[in-house]
Nanobody
Framework: QLDLVESGGGSVQTGGSLKLACVAHTYTFEVYSMGWFRQRPGKEREGVAAIDTRGRTNYADSVKGRFTISRDNAQDTVYLQMDDLKPEDTAVYYC????????????????WGQGTQVTVSS
């Protein structure tokens, strides 16, 4: 059992920024790879950004140069800094955690948060 709680979603104009946070309620946060996924209406959930236990990262091509994933092991928290937001970034964003994740392929199967809505208007 692992609880993941996302926050930081909201509504912004095109070109704006948001910072999402996900707190993992576990005593062993440092052993988990963490990821951010999103789901747009009528589409499948897709990987956005991921970070492993050594700080290595992977990003979807659509967000490279605009989004930054980071983690603070002392706070059991993973962040997603989103800059230069576009309308196509509008989605529900989900936090994921997996001790056996493959961040290169966004293979996360273990734990998921409830999601936070991000809306970008033009």
């Amino acid at each position: 059992q692992l609880d993941l709680v996302e926050s930081g979603g909201g509504s912004v104009q095109t070109g704006g920024s948001l910072k999402l946070a996900c707190v993992a309620h576990t005593y062993t946060f440092e052993v988990y790879s963490m990821g951010w996924f999103r789901q747009r209406p009528g589409k499948e959930r897709e990987g956005v950004a991921a970070i492993d236990t050594r700080g290595r990262t992977n990003y979807a091509d659509s967000v490279k140069g605009r989004f930054t994933i980071s983690r603070d092991n002392a706070q059991d928290t993973v962040y997603l800094q989103m800059d230069d937001l576009k309308p196509e970034d509008t989605a529900v964003y989900y936090c994921a955690a997996d001790q056996r994740a493959d961040i290169a392929t966004f293979e996360f199967l273990a734990h998921w948060g409830q999601g936070t809505q991000v809306t970008v208007s033009s």
